[in-house]
């Protein structure tokens, strides 16, 4: 059994945040910067060009790349050999509290959300626990700004719905979000599974690397089609027309019940945040 | 597209020139303000009470900021969607509102007041924050210090880079795309 300090979870986690909203990941570094070369309108290109010229901006300067530097969802994997000295709940959000308060970022938590009153430190992150086996504690941090979260959707199809069915909820939802969503987008598409779970798919499909690619064939192509089929809705860079609308569909699947097929849709910007660590 | 640069408060003539695509800098005073400053906007004005700045022939940027590091005016400042304000804009327009800057759609109705009024709409790159705040030369909460980000900020900008997405007469960028 392997001990491990509440606190070294914390002081991770607070870097984690930081360095998340500072820089984004190589892949989605290069998802840009070949949207740039690709993109046909003169004003997209423009766009993406500004895009380019940002993340050198926030990266030198140490200023967010969005000013929504987002809700924090915490995924937690824990391997079961792992005993963990202190409150790990707590020991999570301090870390945020503490990554939020002392690097600069925006607090955009707020208590309740019909009564409406900042928490102040951006605490409490949505937290997503899975046990694991080994002695790893495994943690990605994923900012999720709400301009890209408020036009997500879960859509509950029926099985004669079939693949034609899902490409169809996922083209509809990136046309009804259009320009709110601060296109170009990474689309996270989560399918099967329950109600809730098709959500998570979704949620986690954003995290992954875009070099990784799903081993199912038909998992694979239907990526690239939606991609395709996205791209040539003409929507463009922030919505202003162009040829790059998506960066990349990700999709997770999971078994489901013989009378559903659930499609969770969630929806992000260029500004996709994730940091991974293992300690 | 055509390319202007235009000096803030936005005169009438400017507002007449310019259409749905035209890329514009912006250089003057605007000022900060999303939902919570919206919705205490819309009560005060319900109550027939002075807003915070004058609102006549001024230009609202829809922005919550990050805080600002030792040394810099303001944390990185990119513009929040625009139609979470959509309920609150016509009453707005209505008392003399003649610019907004923010990002994605505008409802029916704020587009009926824009024409009435004769205003027009801007957007800002979503999510190009930290470069939008290098265009940002003084910042200063003026109202609802409560809010914290949601305070309402004057802000000095130079040069800020904008699209006209609806113009005076009604056309819409997002529309032709
Ligand atoms: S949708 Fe993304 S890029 Fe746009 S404002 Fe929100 S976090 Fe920033």
Redesign the interface.
Known sequence: MRELDAKEITDNIKEMCIEANLTLSEDMRDAIDKAERDETS??GK??LG??Q???K??KE?????????GMAVVFIEIGQDVHINGNLEEAINEGVRLGYTEG?????VVRHPLD?V?T?DNTPAIIHYSIVPGEEVKITIAPK?F?SE?MSKVCMLKPADGVEGVKKAVIEAVAAA???A?PPLVVGVGIGGTFEKCALLAKKALTRSFDKRPSDKMIKDLEDELLEKINKS???P?????SVTALKVNIETYPTHIAGLPVAINMC???NRHVTRSI | MKEYKISLPICENDIDTLQAGDYVYLTGTVYTARDAAHLRMYEAAGRGEDLPFDIKGSVIYYLGPSPAREGQVIGSAGPTTSGRMDKYTPTLLDMGLKAMIGKGRRSPEVIESMKKNGAVYFAAVGGAGALLSKCIKSAEVIAYDDLGTEAIRKLYVEDLPVITVIDREGNNLYDSV
Do not use: F, M, W
Not at chain 1, 104 to 108: D, E, Q, T
Not at chain 1, 238 to 242: D, E, I, K, Q
């Open positions: 003169p004003l423009r766009v500004q895009l010229e940002n993340l901006v926030a300067d140490r200023i967010p790349i969005c000013q929504d530097t600069y970022l925006r607090k955009s409406r900042n102040g700004g301009g408020n259009g320009p709110n601060c003409g929507l463009g922030a919505g202003l027309g162009g910007c260029h500004v």
